[in-house]
């Protein structure tokens, strides 16, 4: 790959980091392993993808909270004079 990469391959190879993080975030688990395999074969080591991976982690969006229960949905639907249906506008 040295004197015969695209001249598109830096750009190609930024796209696959950019993924590669965004995969690490989403946690992932099924298209990592592969992806891991391409940065591999275009020549990143493990240690920058070991980097790529605590970058990805450490500016990981917080998961979302889910501690609103189905009861207090319902309750504060119960609340609306629109007999519980909920306003698209």
Request: glycine share 4%; proline share 4%; hydrophobic share 35%.
């Amino acid at each position: 790959m040295s004197d015969k990469r695209s001249i598109f391959f830096d750009e190609w190879q930024a796209c696959l980091r950019a993924h590669y993080k965004t995969v690490i975030q989403d946690n992932d688990t099924v298209t990592e392993p592969t992806l891991r395999g391409v940065l591999l074969q275009t020549g990143l080591s493990e240690d920058e993808l070991h980097t790529l991976a605590e970058e990805a982690r450490a500016g990981a969006p917080p998961q979302a909270d889910d501690t609103h229960s189905a009861e207090e949905f319902a309750a504060n639907s119960a609340d609306d004079p629109a007999d519980g249906q909920m306003a698209l506008f």
